[in-house]
């Protein structure tokens, strides 16, 4: 088992441009997850998908991100434009089921200049 | 007040301590708790699940309380590896399970 896999490792990038970060979550699992991670404000959860459909994306700070499960096994998390406040770690989590807990992959850290 | 809260720490405590970590949570209706370890600069990794009965894995114990609504994570013989920000998860419950995270407390193991 490959884990959940998450790409690139590390993005810098200049202010206004598009960012897209992607995932793979674990074979078999049927919700994902994105979060964002900073010192000020912890883990925060962006959107989660079930089934491949969005369910909840009230953690979506404005229009400049979405996201997107077009199958099973990739999701799409896209800033544009970004921003220097987007810098983070953005961690994707996905899991067969709520009471199974969550794995998570290694994260993007993104940078914002 | 926040959903999940956490006393941020730093516990800084010396090798064979025991230490102790709780966490609130302000949802009477949550469903499902666990505690994950994160390292620096690495992803949250789960440590274990919290049951109702309360669970024991080697030197970590987790117990729930439902009626005071925190749950709390019991670290026994404390090693140098055990140094890490512990978070826990509170699955909030409306309709679909949206997992919480807290801050996480952070514990520096000293020899």
């Known amino acids: 088992d490959a884990g959940v896999i998450q790409s690139p490792r590390h993005e810098v990038t200049e202010m206004g441009q598009e960012v897209t970060l992607r995932c793979k979550p674990i074979s078999g699992h049927n919700s994902l997850f994105w979060y964002r991670q900073t010192m000020m404000r912890g883990l925060e959860l962006l959107i989660y998908f079930n089934n491949n459909v969005p369910i909840d994306d009230s953690g979506m700070p404005e229009d400049r991100f979405s996201a997107k499960m077009p199958n099973a096994s990739f999701s799409t998390l896209k800033i544009q434009p970004s921003e220097p406040r987007d810098s983070a770690v953005y961690f994707c989590?996905?899991?067969?089921?709520?009471?199974?807990?969550?794995?998570f992959g290694s994260g993007t850290r993104l940078t914002v200049v | 007040r926040k959903e999940v809260e956490q006393d941020p720490g730093p516990f800084n405590v010396p090798e064979g301590a025991t230490v102790a970590f709780n966490c609130t949570y302000s949802?009477?209706?949550?469903?499902?708790f666990f505690w994950y370890r994160q390292d620096c600069r690495k992803e949250p990794k789960l440590l274990m699940s919290v049951y109702s009965s309360g669970n024991e894995d080697g030197r970590f114990t987790a117990q729930l309380n439902r009626a005071s609504q925190y749950i709390s994570l019991l670290i026994r013989d404390s090693k140098l590896s055990d140094s890490a920000t512990y978070l826990c998860v509170v699955n909030q419950s409306g309709g679909s399970y949206i997992p919480t995270f807290g801050r996480g407390t952070s514990l520096i193991v000293h020899p």
């Open positions: 989590a996905s899991t067969p089921a709520a009471n199974y807990g969550y794995t």
């Open positions: 949802n009477s209706a949550s469903q499902s």
